[in-house]
């Protein structure tokens, strides 16, 4: 049994976390929230009681702390006496947490990539560039490392895995869909951090088809899915995280990540890269000043956790699934809906930062019961899909199916 957690980062999706964290401290224990900036820290914890969220009164404390020394976050973990760390902070400082946690012996999870400042969309597979070279190094610790555990990746690669287990015999694609179809009410604005979100789009659009990689420009690769509640949605292809583990770690020849865009965002963006403002390379100003250009954008843009009071509508994220069953040709789509509104009137955030700050929580009670303390690295696919789907069920992450016998609720309570 694993018990109290820290929390890195204090952003929106990091509220969700502290949230959901408070919601289950009977079995997470004493709660922690890190980040260089205190009194951001405090102001989750401001709104935890203010939602009344704590389950049972005990440990809700906030530190400042620069994540990206190990010996400081180290010593963060040793002080508080936690054995999980939900990192949930920059992409950027995934691998000095996680160096931390393994000096420490603690539980390592993360949402996303690790990605250096300098350097955008390096070779694939994304997971073997910095992750994957520390299996042995978690394995010898001892340490549980889970990789990717937020929405996409994360959830769709448990609906990937429940698609092998249960649906089909051979699969020969998954397509992973996610469509916001809400409304913040802003002339535009990222719904992570603009950083981050950005460099996610600038670079090649890796895919794996005919299981070998694919590149192509983003915005080049576009399709219409009609997805349930949300509708027809324009969606483009794009390169994503969990394509790079389901490739290597799925016998599936084909996997795709599709992510939908409206009309006025791409041209935004195309504006913005074309005339270099999305660029991560530093510039001299006619003053002498030195500034990264994506960095400026990131100051003119909206904070993504100020969108949440005024966001309506409601998000889809799904994976359909095609192959054989029995001999027969089969599909399925496996996915969630999830509400802007009901996400910021339980936690404060919106829909986008719900659906990645409620699985690793899920995952942290897995962990903390030993189904999930694995001790060593993982990708969410490489674990049992139902006891963690079972959880979202029950912390408003329902799993939906849709295939020849209808549109239901799955039930994995039995599982």
């Not at 895919?207 to 690769?221: A, G, I, R, T």
Request: glycine share 8%; aromatic share 8%.
């Amino acid at each position: 049994m694993k018990k109290n957690v820290l929390i890195i980062g204090a952003g929106g999706v990091a509220q969700v976390v502290a949230h959901k964290c408070a919601q289950h401290n009977d079995v997470l224990g004493d709660l922690h929230i890190a980040s260089r900036t205190a009194a951001k820290c405090q102001a989750i914890i401001d709104s935890i009681h203010e939602k009344k969220n704590l389950k049972n009164p005990g440990v809700l404390e906030g530190h400042a702390l620069d994540a990206t020394d190990v010996d400081a976050t180290a010593a963060l973990i040793e002080k508080t006496g936690c054995q999980i760390v939900i990192n949930v902070g920059s992409a950027f400082i995934n691998m000095p947490v996680m160096s931390a946690c393994i000096k420490t012996g603690v539980a390592y999870l993360d949402t996303a990539i690790h990605e250096e400042q300098d350097k955008i969309c390096e070779t694939p597979p994304w997971y073997a560039n910095y992750e994957w070279k520390r299996r042995a190094e978690c394995e010898a610790a001892g340490v549980t490392a889970i990789l990717g555990i937020g929405f996409d990746p994360g959830v769709v690669n448990a609906y990937a895995k429940l698609a092998v287990e249960d649906y089909f015999d051979k699969i020969d694609s998954i397509d992973i869909i996610d469509i916001n179809a809400g409304s913040h009410g802003k002339y535009f604005a990222t719904n992570f951090d603009p950083e981050i979100n950005f460099r996610e789009f600038t670079g090649t659009v890796y895919s794996w088809q005919d299981s070998k990689w694919q590149s192509n420009k983003m915005f080049e690769v576009k399709k219409i899915w009609d997805m349930p509640v949300v509708g027809e949605s324009q969606t483009f292809m794009t390169g994503h995280d969990e394509v790079h583990s389901l490739s290597q770690n799925l016998d599936v020849p084909n996997v795709r990540f599709w992510m939908g865009f409206g009309d006025h965002y791409v041209n935004v963006f195309t504006v913005l890269k074309n005339i270099g403002l999305l660029s991560e390379q530093p510039v001299t100003t006619a003053e002498g000043l030195e500034v990264v250009p994506l960095k400026v954008v990131k100051a003119c843009l909206p904070d993504p956790s100020s969108l949440a009071p005024d966001y309506t509508g409601k998000t889809c994220i799904g994976d359909l699934v095609k192959g054989t069953k029995d001999g027969k040709e089969t599909e399925v789509l496996i996915y969630n809906v999830a509400d802007h509104k009901d996400a910021y009137e339980e936690v404060g955030s919106q829909g986008i930062s719900y659906t990645a700050g409620v699985p690793p929580v899920a995952a942290a009670m897995l962990i903390a019961t030993g189904e999930w303390d694995v001790k060593k690295m993982a990708n969410v696919e490489e674990l049992p899909a139902k006891p963690f789907l079972n959880l979202l069920n029950g912390m408003g992450l329902p799993t939906r199916i849709k295939d020849a016998d209808g549109d239901r609720a799955l039930d994995f309570s039995a599982a």
